[in-house]
């Protein structure tokens, strides 16, 4: 099982790892859902870690809907973790209408190669998340953060399994939503996917 800990600090980061977390998505105003951290904060997190870090790229919180200088701002940021050396990113973005904005995430995909790709909790914010799974697979993308469109994983049980099953071993689906050290094992046992994400997903 893979436990991959939401965080908004080098020290939460640093502590999720010594408390068992096997990746970071190390984020910065979770206040807000989580933006962009900055290059200082993904450069000693790179060195202070022996787990992989896939930073958000988010230039602001609200929705999903960006323009063409907030997609360049994401653009820009994914090749600044590149550069880096970071293995992976989280990022997504969705057209006015709730639907994906396809050119802007071939573009942005195109920045990231060869980096692992998350599409992250927009999905949840689509009237039809399953129609996207095939997209997001055409777009090259490795993974779909998701609570199933509610709040809680326990409570998109349902509909996350079918993601799972949609997705077909093809893209990962990984679980979200109020997961944490002390309900993961129920997660696991009703939930087909071996990826879990949250904020308390150890125990910090």
């Given amino acids: ?9 080098i020290q939460e980061a640093i502590l999720a790892e010594k408390n068992g977390a096997n990746r970071i998505e190390l984020c ?11 290059y200082g904060c ?16 988010r230039p602001r919180g609200g929705n999903f809907c960006y323009t063409k200088e907030e997609i360049e701002t994401m653009k820009e940021d994914i090749l600044m973790a590149k550069k880096l050396g970071i293995p992976g990113v989280v990022f997504g973005a969705l057209t006015s209408n709730g639907e994906l904005d396809i050119p802007n ?15 992250h909790k927009a999905i949840d914010e689509m009237n039809f998340p399953l ?14 953060l998701t609570s199933g469109k509610k709040e809680k994983a326990l409570e998109g049980v349902e509909l996350l399994n079918e993601m799972i099953e949609v997705a077909n071993e ?19 046992s009703k939930i087909h996917t071996n990826e879990f994400h949250g904020k308390q997903i150890v125990k910090l």
């Fill in 170 to 188: 093809k893209i990962i689906i990984v679980a979200a939503g109020k997961v944490n050290f002390e309900n993961i094992e129920e997660c696991s």
């Fill in 28 to 38: 910065d105003n979770l206040i807000e859902g989580g933006t962009t951290p900055s």
């Fill in 105 to 119: 995430l071939q573009y942005l995909m195109e920045a990231a190669k060869p980096m692992q790709t998350t599409f």
């Fill in 131 to 144: 129609k996207a799974i095939p997209q997001l697979i055409g777009l090259g993308f490795d993974r779909i």
């Fill in 42 to 57: 993904m450069k000693v997190a790179l060195k202070s870690l022996n787990i992989p870090i896939f930073p958000m790229i």
């Fill in 1 to 9: 099982m893979i436990k991959e800990a939401c965080v908004g600090s």
